[in-house]
Nanobody, 121 residues
Framework: QLQLVESGGGLVQPGGSLRLSCAASRFAVAIAWVRRAPGKEREGVSCISSSDGSTKYADSVTGRFTISRDNAKNTVYLQMSCLKPDAPAVYYC?????????????????WGQGTPVTVPS
């Protein structure tokens, strides 16, 4: 079993930055960030290979978000910049046993509880 714990969410003004952390209980081959706003489906944001650092971003966040890893700490980060005003969303960390470079939630079998992010208009 693999446990994932997210942290770093909060309230940030439009244009601001926020860094989310995902601490895993052990090494995970691939980690993704997925978000869900109320009344909407989950949206894959980014993923990273813990083995070689390969990354993938959704078009909506490319150029603004950066995913990174610290394998010594079994932790993955999501640096979010130039945040846009939007409905509050919960950001989830998810893990897979293989890296696919894909963001569909069905590819990830371990999930954290999520951390909320709010960017008011």
């Amino acid at each position: 079993q693999l446990q994932l714990v997210e942290s770093g969410g909060g309230l940030v003004q439009p244009g601001g930055s926020l860094r989310l952390s995902c601490a895993a209980s052990r090494f995970a081959v691939a980690i993704a960030w997925v978000r869900r706003a109320p009344g909407k489906e989950r949206e894959g944001v980014s993923c990273i290979s813990s083995s070689d650092g390969s990354t993938k971003y959704a078009d909506s966040v490319t150029g603004r978000f950066t995913i990174s890893r610290d394998n010594a700490k079994n932790t993955v980060y999501l640096q979010m910049s130039c945040l846009k005003p939007d409905a509050p969303a919960v950001y989830y960390c998810a893990a897979s046993t293989y890296y696919s470079g894909r963001l569909e939630e069905r590819r990830y079998i371990y999930w954290g509880q999520g951390t909320p992010v709010t960017v008011p208009s």
